[in-house]
Each structure stands twice: as C-alpha cells, then as structure tokens.
C-alpha cells in the first residue's frame, strides 16, 4: 500500500476541515433565522387593543414604526395615556345618559324623607312653608307640565325620573331611597315608588291644558264647609270635566292640598284653578262681574213648603238646617218692631232643571255635616241667584255632596250649551 504524497495530506486535511465545519453552517442560519422572526414581530404594530375598559380600538399597521417594548410602554414622542380615575362605590357621583344630573342614595338611618314627610302632611306647615306633596309618576308629571316648582323627590328606582322632563329636574334634590321607605309614607294602596315636594302652586302662574283653557264655561264653584277630603277630591275633578272656570274654597273647607285630596281629585288640580282658603267679605273679588250666586240648599225647600206645612213632602230635608232655620225664626219673632232683618236672607227656590245660567254663574256646595252657610245665603241673595233643588223620592236620604256637585255643574254645562246652539242658529237665519 502506497504512502499519501504530500499534496495528498494536504487535500485530505482540507476535505477533513470542510466536513468538520458542515454541520455548523445550518444551526448558525436556523439561528438567524428565528432571531429575523422575532424582529419582525417587534416592528409589526397591533391590528386590534383592547383596552381594560373593554373598548376595542382598530389599527392599521404604518410602515417604520418602531418596535414597542411592552403593550403598556409608550414612546418618547407618544402622549401618555391617564389612568382611569377609581373611585370608591359609596363617593362615585350617579349620573345617567348626557343630562349632568346627580342624585344622592340615601344611606342606612337617613332621616331626610320621614322628616320632610312629617312636617309637609302638617296643613299648618303647608300653610306657612308653602310646600305640597305630591305622589305618582302621573300626577307628578302633570304638576310638571302645568309649570309647578319642584323642590325634592324621593324615589326608589332611577328609572321613574327617566320618564320624567329633565330640563324640570335641574337644580332639584334627588334623593334614592328603598322602596320599603316610601311605602311606610305612602297613602297609596299601590305606592309607586316615587314622591315629590313641591311649592305651593300659585293659580296665576300656572300653564294650564289648552284643551281645557277652550272649553272653559262662564261657570264657577264655591265650596262652602267642606271637611271630607274624598268629597272635595270628587268635585273637583267634576269641576274640572264640566268646565269651571275656577274653584273657590272658603275657610272651613278641607286643604285642597291635602294628600287625600289630590288622590281623589286625579289631577284636577292642575287643570282648573284652585283658590284656597278664603274669606266671605273677599271672595265677591274673585267672581266675575255680574256674577249670580245659586246655593245647593238641600234644605232651602223648607222656605216652600213650611207655609203648608208639608215638608215631609220633600225628599231633600234636613233635620239641622230645619231647627236652625226655626231658630232663625225665634228670633225673628222676638225682634223688636223696627228692628232690622237683613241678616235674614229670602233667596227664592227653583228646581234644578230649570234655566238658570242666562248670567255667569256661581255654584255653592256645602258640607253633608254643616251645610251651607248663612254669608252663601247672603251673597245669592245680594246677587239675584237663587237655591237650586235636585228632587228626590220621599224617605230617600240626602244627597251626596259630590254627586250634587256634580249634576249642577254638567247641567249648568247642558244649559250653556243649549244657549250657544241656539245663538248660532240665530245667527246663521239673520
């Protein structure tokens, strides 16, 4: 066997070197390789953040941009976004939609509605603070509408002031309770979760319906004594649907205001003026010139029939205006010759049914307890009215206030009504 020449070694060492340094050329260009990548995965920007609000922002990658260290690092030249303020859950403000408005929640012992609560269900404080409570959504929203001023609400659900008028609601308190508070307050059967205080509405001020400002009728009504809030409530929401004009209550009379008023009277309140609280010797100021006062005297047919002495033909007597009619007599008796009997007032009886609406007309009602008084006798008597008898059938007891209220105010309405048709058809024959 022949021994390698020198040049022969010499190849051999360098085919040795080559494939000894083989097997390092594919790890050194893997390498590269995976280091090119994750470059490459630096300088791409992301297609979509979501930031931790849960607001997803889209993104297009831009050509050299620099590589970002981490998601929450910004550049040099990038403004720095501000952290999101973390406020506590009892000192967050509550705010909903666009509107700025904020209400506060009552916290555990708060006693800010028991004692609004107890001095506004005080007439006397209703009296000298101006201030009414008003409960529901419906009647709530039509003290609202007819430019009442809201001063607080309590209210168990944020979505109840949602249904009603925001540009109302500014510069109002608004307090969020629990339910069970405004239900030991209530005097609702069905409370409905909210409850507002308001200032005593002035009838001057106040934009009523413009429906019922164009049925309005030459027709007023004067309560006199009436105590039963639910009475008062009935009438006038009667007043309100024949089309009063305006409502006056003289002293004696239950609060228009009261709660169990407003309850019954459905939001008449704010569709009919309302003047309360008056006296005899003022309230000739607020009729209308050429007024005529009629007087729903249950006991006025005494004066028809007390001279035939057939009363008990009647069905409408009242055993206390009759001994205080007799006593007026007494004392017209004992009277000395001369002696003056204007406090005796003669008002003439008619029925109901007969026309008595050719002038405006004023419509007194008086209390089932009390009846009417002597000043309403007075006042029909210096007016030229008279006292309007609704019939009944004999043995049957008095009736109702409201319900009298009621069938004097629609059929002074039927009378006006009859008038103006016949008005018309006069015209249009001329």
Known sequence: MTQPTGRGKMAARLRGLVWASRPLLPVVQTWDLHARRWVRALRRSPVRVVSPSGQVVERKPG????????????GPHEPRRKPSLQVPPSQKPYTWEDSGLRYDKALPGDRRLSSVMTIVKSRPFREKHGKILLEGRRLIADALKAGAVPKIFFFSRLEYLKELPIDKLKGVSLIKVKFEDIKDWSDLVTPQGIMGIFAKPD???????????????????????????GNLGTILRSAAGAGCSKVLLTKGCVDAWEPKVLRAAMGAHFQVPIINNLDWETLPNYLPTDTRVYVADNCGLYAQAHMSNKASDYGW???????KLHKYEEEEEDLEPGASKAWLPEVEVQSYDLDWTEAPAAVVIGGETHGVSLESLQLAESTGGKRLLIPVVPGVDSLNSAMAASILLFEGKRQLRVRAEHVSRDRSYH
């Open 63 to 74: 050509p050299g941009k620099q590589p970002r260290r981490a998601a929450t690092e910004t």
């Open 203 to 229: 009838h001057v001020k106040m934009t009523y319906p413009e429906t019922q400002l164009r049925h309005l009728l030459p027709l007023l009504l004067i309560c006199d004594n009436l105590r039963d809030p």
């Open 317 to 323: 007597v009242c055993d206390q205006q009759l001994s």
